[in-house]
């Protein structure tokens, strides 16, 4: 009782954001296929992560998912979090094969990852893989095919594929005066 | 031209099981033969005074369709759109069958409100039979896209597209280096 008061203590004083055991208990009753190391914690909020394995499977760590992320899974995708990786809100991973986010990443808002390769691709989903601490800005697009290496950064609203060394910064195309 | 890589899938249809949020007129309305996925926000229609028209169509969680006075929107048989595609409809919106529009896609023939007192011009959109739009694509008002075109994810569309084509947005470079720590 003691333990759970001084939990609540600490989940008020750092506003609601260090994973409360409330939290957890919920991360239980996530949907769909799913298994790895950790417990996943979402935060507070409206609506709730949508997790959906489907006939694939989802893999995540000791994971924060903050309000509005989906994952979903097509067909036999898989996807794997890892530890430490937080997803802030509206944020949304796709895998039709695979998606692989390594440990420590910070997932900004509205992101999309997906391993969809575009359109004309001869092969529709190619995986994605990013690294440990990698760092992907606001509104940003990853596609498939992309292998993101360690401690990359991704500036907001790039779209991004291709293959990228550690320690990389990303950025797209600023918009231009037209008339 | 390549199949359309998001055909419905059987689960798809039997996970159909949402029902959407109405807002307005519905005697103008014919969304009977559309099927809405389930999940959270449900998909808003909304009528302001327009006339809406949908055919069998997939339409995911969190879509907003909206017509407003005098606008049309028609959507053919056998297209989805994905959770988070919006559509505006002031003045016409066509979308034809067969097509795709991925996660948060943006059709919109209006420009929502006027610039320095500029009067508001609302230009009509067309898009084709197998048209497939990607994720974050955004269609912008006056644009004709022809048939199976490919408008690839992240994409600004102001001007038209012809059949077949592919667009693509420009794609982010490498700006910069960390040092390693």
Same mark, same amino acid.
């Given at each position: 009782m003691i333990t759970r008061f001084a939990q609540m203590l600490r989940v008020l004083a750092s506003g609601g954001r260090q994973y409360s055991p409330v939290a957890y208990a919920f991360g239980a009753l996530l949907p769909g296929r799913r298994g790895g190391a950790g417990p996943v914690a979402w935060l507070r909020g409206w609506p709730m992560p949508d997790v959906r394995a489907g006939a694939g499977a989802i893999e995540l760590g000791h994971v924060g998912l903050y309000p509005g992320v989906k994952l979903h899974c097509r067909g036999a995708g898989r996807m794997v979090i890892g530890d430490g990786t937080f997803l802030n809100r509206d944020a949304r991973i796709f895998?039709?094969?695979?998606?692989? #986010?390594?440990?420590?990443?910070? #997932?900004?808002?509205? =992101?999309?990852?997906?391993?969809?390769?575009?359109?004309?691709? =001869?092969?529709?989903?190619?995986?994605? #893989?990013l690294e440990d601490e990698v760092w992907i800005g606001n509104r940003a697009i990853i596609l498939g095919g992309t292998r993101l290496g360690r401690g990359c950064v991704v500036a907001a609203g790039a779209v991004v594929q291709g293959d990228f060394p550690a320690g990389s910064i990303l950025a797209g195309k600023p918009a231009e005066i037209v008339s | 031209m390549s199949e359309n890589i998001f055909p419905l899938l059987p689960d798809d249809l039997a996970a159909a099981t949402g029902r959407c949020q109405f807002k307005g007129d519905r005697a103008t309305a014919n969304i009977a033969r559309a099927r809405f996925g389930a999940g959270t926000p449900a998909p808003l229609i909304n009528n302001e005074g327009g006339r809406i028209s949908l055919?069998?169509?997939?339409?995911?969680? *969190?879509?907003? +369709?909206?017509?407003?006075? *005098?606008?049309? +929107?028609?959507?053919?048989?056998?297209? $989805?759109? %994905?959770?988070? $595609?919006?559509?505006?409809?002031?003045?016409? $919106?066509?979308?034809?069958?067969?097509?795709?529009? *991925?996660? %948060?896609? +943006?059709?919109? %023939?209006?420009?929502?409100?006027?610039?320095?007192g500029r009067p508001l011009v609302n230009k009509p959109v067309v898009i084709g039979d197998n048209v497939r739009i990607g994720a974050r694509a955004m269609i912008l008002k006056g644009v004709t896209i022809g048939e199976g075109a490919v408008i690839q994810p992240g994409s600004i569309v102001t001007r038209d597209v012809p059949a077949g084509a592919e667009v693509r947005p420009p794609a982010a470079a490498v700006k910069g280096r960390l040092t390693p720590a």
């Open positions: 895998a039709g094969g695979t998606v692989t #986010v390594g440990r420590h990443c910070m #997932v900004s808002w509205q =992101t999309v990852i997906t391993d969809f390769a575009g359109f004309d691709a =001869t092969a529709q989903f190619a995986p994605v #893989v | 055919g069998e169509i997939f339409i995911a969680a *969190g879509v907003r +369709l909206w017509a407003h006075k *005098g606008g049309v +929107l028609a959507i053919g048989i056998n297209t $989805v759109l %994905d959770a988070g $595609v919006e559509i505006i409809a002031w003045s016409s $919106v066509t979308i034809g069958t067969n097509c795709y529009l *991925g996660w %948060d896609a +943006l059709v919109m %023939d209006t420009d929502l409100h006027s610039v320095g």
